[in-house]
Structures are given as structure tokens and as C-alpha cells.
């Protein structure tokens, strides 16, 4: 077993399905197994710098708040990148960029602080899960918006029953997990 498959099994070892959260028929899927087990956390770095290699070069990677946070950061660390926090609405003085979107169990907003991106900048999105899509167009939206040039979208696991890569356009994503 090579080093990104024994680093994938162990991550995938450390999620948690909790059924039935936070709404009914919904299985939340629960990263913080992996956050929490100091061998997980590193190899989920270690798979996300894997999979974000066939997106360089990036000068940034976007976390969506709260959890892509939680990867995102280490991984801009670890590729000597800078960090762009994706926050959720009302986080941040204005001015900001806000979208507001659809989650598979209700609505929510993000927002970008205006002039945090360089005009033309090449920014990979990161987040834990893909699940309908629509955090991550979202973020998309906004840090396009603020100029930036997406050029990629990667997470820690995909939920493909729920066809998030239909809202996310022409743009190339990559996931650890399925």
C-alpha cells in the first residue's frame, strides 16, 4: 500500500456518519475524529497536498468557514501558500462581497473581505465535504468577485449521491474520499 493510500485508509478510519443530523435524512458526515487523532489530521494534510499538486501553482487556498478552516490553513502552510478565510455572514467589517446559498438542510451566507484578493490571483478553494455544491459555488462566486482566478476545487470527502459537482460549473475538482 503506497504512502497516500495507507494515509487515505486512516483518514477515512477517523470519520464519523452520524445519521439523521442536524435535520432529518441527512447523514452528517463527522470530521473531527480525524482533527482530533494527530496522525489523522497530518495525513489529511498530507492526502489534501496530494490532490491540490494538480492545481499549481496557486498563490492561495480558500477555506470555507468553519471546518474548511480547519484544513485549510495547514495545507497553505504546508505548500507555503497564504490563506484566505471564507467567512460566514456578519463575521467581517464591511466593505465585504456576500452570496448567499442553498445547503441540502436550509439557506446560509458567506462573505469575502473586499481587497483581501490581488486582481488575478490563483486561489484553490478548500472545504471538508462536497456535498450539494452550494458552499463551494458560493465561495467560488465570491472570490471571483474579488478577482481572484479559481483554479480548482479540492475536499476531504465527496458526497456523490448528492451531485455537488453539478453546481460547481467547468471548474476541476479533486477529493480525498468518496
Known amino acids: 500500500m503506497s504512502g497516500y493510500d495507507a494515509d487515505r485508509a486512516l483518514v477515512r478510519s477517523l470519520v464519523r456518519e452520524v445519521a439523521d443530523f442536524p435535520a ?3 447523514m452528517f458526515r463527522d470530521v473531527a475524529g480525524v482533527l482530533a487523532d494527530t ?3 497530518a495525513a489529511a494534510v ?3 497536498a496530494e490532490v491540490s499538486a494538480a492545481f499549481e501553482p496557486f498563490d492561495h487556498v480558500a477555506g470555507m468557514e468553519a471546518r474548511g478552516f480547519m484544513f485549510a490553513a495547514p495545507l497553505a502552510v504546508h505548500l507555503g501558500t497564504g490563506f484566505l478565510p471564507v467567512r460566514k455572514a456578519g463575521k467581517l467589517p464591511p466593505p465585504v462581497h456576500h452570496a448567499s446559498y442553498q445547503l441540502e438542510y436550509g439557506t446560509a451566507a458567506l462573505e469575502i473581505r ?3 484578493v490581488e486582481p488575478g490571483a490563483r486561489v484553490l478553494v478548500l472545504d471538508d465535504i462536497l456535498a450539494t455544491g452550494g458552499t463551494a459555488s458560493a465561495g467560488v462566486d465570491l472570490l471571483q468577485r474579488a478577482g481572484a482566478e479559481v483554479v480548482g476545487l479540492v475536499f476531504l470527502m465527496e458526497l456523490p449521491e448528492l451531485d455537488g459537482r453539478a453546481r460547481l460549473g467547468d471548474h ?4 480525498v474520499l468518496d
Not at 172 to 175: C, L
Request: glycine fraction near 24%; proline fraction near 6%; charge should be neutral.
Open 24 to 26: 432529518p435524512g441527512v
Open 114 to 116: 473586499d481587497g483581501v
Open 172 to 175: 476541476r475538482v479533486e477529493s
Open 46 to 48: 498530507r492526502c489534501l
Open 39 to 41: 496522525g489523522g489530521f
